[in-house]
């Protein structure tokens, strides 16, 4: 069975940083995009960017590119999202999402991880 | 980069048909495939229809895709609607460099 399974709640204050995961199983880790999703409280889906675990090449969305860091580890099948200085205005549910091919849906995606940025 | 605009919220009763359209900014709705996701309460989105008109295995045939050129717009339809579909709509494509759009969403309402 292809699952991704992320990482649990974080709960930080400004400033700090945190990464959290997202493990792959069940399927070619190397030979399909992840991409990471951003859905603020009570809003819409937001591409962040994506990552190729064959060769880490990575996309961002301008809306992301400096804020976040996309990365893998091809050894246990697991893509990350890291910040190094968190806002309030993080704050939000992050999805990861296996790319099924090139320009082609994402499937399935993990289960979201919850990220509570506040002093 | 383009944008698809759903209109923000439909409603239609039981048994009925709805379509939620999504329109393309700039560059054809053809050029890149379109995707459709169900999104409800407290879940992760799952996909119900895939390149324009296909359907994942798991979805009822009462959902099905279309897109069209002339108005630059992606279609999605569900028929014999059910209470159980209500939920948040989205639809995604991605540019031609594989950087991924989502529309802003459209919450179904069946009553």
């Known amino acids: ?119 | 980069n383009f944008m698809l605009t759903q209109p923000h919220s439909v409603s239609e009763s039981p048994g009925r048909t709805v379509i939620i359209s999504c329109t393309r900014s700039s560059g054809s709705i053809a050029s890149n495939y379109v995707q459709w996701y169900q999104q409800r309460p407290g879940s992760s989105p799952t996909a119900v229809i895939f390149e324009d008109n296909q359907t994942p295995s798991w979805v009822p045939d009462r959902f099905s895709g279309s897109i069209d050129t002339s108005s630059n717009t992606a279609s999605l339809t569900i028929s014999g609607l059910m209470t159980d579909d209500e939920a948040d709509y989205y639809c995604q494509s991605s540019d031609d460099d594989n950087r991924g759009v989502f529309g802003g969403g459209t919450k179904l309402t069946v009553l």
């Open chain 1, 1 to 119: 069975e292809v699952q991704l399974v992320q990482s649990g709640a974080e709960v930080k204050k400004p400033g700090e940083s945190v990464k959290i995961s997202c493990k792959a199983s069940g399927y070619s880790f190397n030979t399909h995009y992840i991409a990471w999703v951003r859905q603020m409280p009570g809003q819409g889906l937001e591409w962040m960017g994506s990552i190729y675990p064959g060769d880490s090449v990575t996309q961002y969305s301008p809306s992301f590119r400096g804020q976040v860091t996309i990365s893998v580890d091809k050894s246990i099948t697991t893509a990350y999202l890291h910040w190094t200085s968190l806002k309030a205005s993080d704050t939000a549910f992050y999805y990861c999402a296996r790319q099924y091919d090139y320009g082609s849906w994402f499937y399935p995606w993990g289960q979201g991880t919850l990220v509570s940025v506040s002093s």
